[in-house]
């Protein structure tokens, strides 16, 4: 099992920063690919940025050289830092975290979500 636990959303205005936090308990070993996912009201869910077995960051369009990415592997945390925030940026925000199953499947793990609102 994994859990992960989210931290850091908040209200902040345009042009602002954010830094939103993710905590991995349990088997993080097995995690292969992190990363940060988001929900706009009447939207779908959507990729903001993710890693896939430690290699190079892939972004969303809308948040490239806005949001970066980054982990500390002993403390099993990862980042989301958000810059020049704008209010089309207001959404939940998902931690994310693929496992690897030793039947060779992968299995998805979600955090609860956070709250970030940009005001205009």
């Known amino acids: 099992q994994v859990q992960l636990v989210e931290s850091g959303g908040g209200l902040v205005q345009a042009g602002e920063s954010l830094r939103l936090s993710c905590v991995a308990s349990g088997s993080t070993f097995t995690i292969n690919a992190i990363g940060w996912y988001r929900q706009a009201p009447g939207k779908e869910r959507e990729s903001v940025a993710t890693i896939l077995n430690g290699g190079t960051p892939n972004y969303a369009d809308s948040v490239k050289g806005r949001f970066t990415i980054s982990s500390d592997n002993e403390k099993n945390t990862w980042y989301l830092q958000m810059n020049s925030l704008k209010p089309e940026d207001t959404a939940v925000y998902y931690c994310?975290?693929?496992?690897?199953?030793?039947?060779?499947?992968?299995?998805?793990?979600w955090g609860q979500g956070t709250l970030v609102t940009v005001s205009s």
């Open positions: 994310h975290a693929e496992r690897t199953l030793r039947s060779g499947g992968y299995l998805q793990v």
